[in-house]
């Protein structure tokens, strides 16, 4: 028991020396500042949601953000789709990845193990990033190096947007947000802090299970190479509710949900449409309240877990 207590008294020391910060909660209540933010992250929401869909519907839901559709391809053999599109006024890019709807297998396929990426010079998980390679090549010849380039996609199709962040980010553009919705790790505590300058919004929802893959087990906390994810986490939680973590917080979350069985419930709460509909209510009011991990130190050293998450379901 002393040894488990000392070895997490240490990481904690290492994790706060290294740069990674708790979260710091803002006070509960609505602020126009918050009303504006998720009226983006729908907007965003709307743009990832749009990979899914042909060509004639991307170009209606560029349309009324003001871009223009400049390219779309998909990976053969991945059945994963992408699009390229152009604001030339704002001078800006915005880049969208299809995901999978299916949580079953974004489960199996984010079980993989890290490898060295040359594009981006650190450990990534290798089928994000033979994605992001892929469409890095086809649309390079379509950006402008004068433009911000902003990144969006749902499941594993925004850990290929951060991935190509991370690239786009490597070979000297200018980076905006990337703003992913139910994105799984894409790398680890090295990769992570490498990368910690750009600036990324993770949306998930309480019970969708993809952002906690890989599981973190709390005896691993000393391995520097277990996955690890970037930027802010928005939990949406009902009605005009959310929470917001960030670092050891948010990597903390839930390291026991993973013991859970696959429901109908995780389903629904991995699909596009819920995160969708979840934002729709907070771009009018919002409100923010603190989240208590389902982890406990003292449920880890023997004793009885005292909290659950606010506002889940």
């Not at 190479?225 to 960030?246: A, K």
């Amino acid at each position: 028991m002393l040894i488990k207590s000392l070895l997490f008294l240490l990481f904690l020391l290492l994790f706060l020396v290294t740069s990674f910060a708790f979260p710091v909660r803002a006070a509960t209540g609505e602020t126009n500042t918050d009303t504006h933010r998720f009226k983006q992250l729908h907007e965003y929401a709307l743009l990832a949601n749009a990979a899914y869909l042909g060509n004639a519907d991307v170009e209606k839901v560029l349309t009324k953000s003001g871009f223009e559709l400049t390219t779309s391809d998909e990976l053969p053999g991945y059945g994963v789709s992408y699009y390229l599109a152009t604001n030339d006024a704002q001078k800006r890019h915005i880049i969208a990845v299809r995901g999978t709807s299916n949580i079953e297998n974004a489960l199996v396929d984010v079980a993989f193990v890290l490898l060295p990426d040359a594009r981006a010079g650190i450990k990534i998980h290798q089928g994000f990033s033979v994605s992001a390679d892929y469409i890095f090549d086809k649309i390079k010849p379509e950006l402008n190096k004068d433009y911000r380039i902003n990144t969006t996609g749902h499941s594993l199709g925004g850990a290929a947007a951060l991935v190509l962040a991370m690239y786009l980010d490597a070979s000297g553009y200018e980076v905006g947000e990337v703003i992913t919705f139910g994105q799984p790790k894409v790398t680890n505590i090295q990769g992570s802090r490498a990368y910690a300058h750009l600036n990324v919004t993770r949306v998930v929802t309480p019970k969708d299970m993809v952002p906690l893959v890989p599981p973190m087990d709390p005896m691993d906390m000393m391995n520097m190479d277990i996955y690890w994810h970037q930027g802010t986490e928005i939990v949406l939680q009902q009605g005009n509710v959310y929470s917001e973590l960030e670092g050891l917080d948010s990597m903390m979350r839930a390291t026991d949900f993973m013991n859970e069985m696959v429901t109908d419930k995780n389903l629904k709460h991995h699909f596009m449409t819920t995160y969708i509909n979840m934002l729709a209510p907070k771009m009018v009011n919002v409100k923010q309240v603190p989240y208590e991990n389902d982890f406990s130190i003292y449920d880890w050293f023997g004793g009885k877990r005292t909290g659950t998450p606010a506002y889940s379901e």
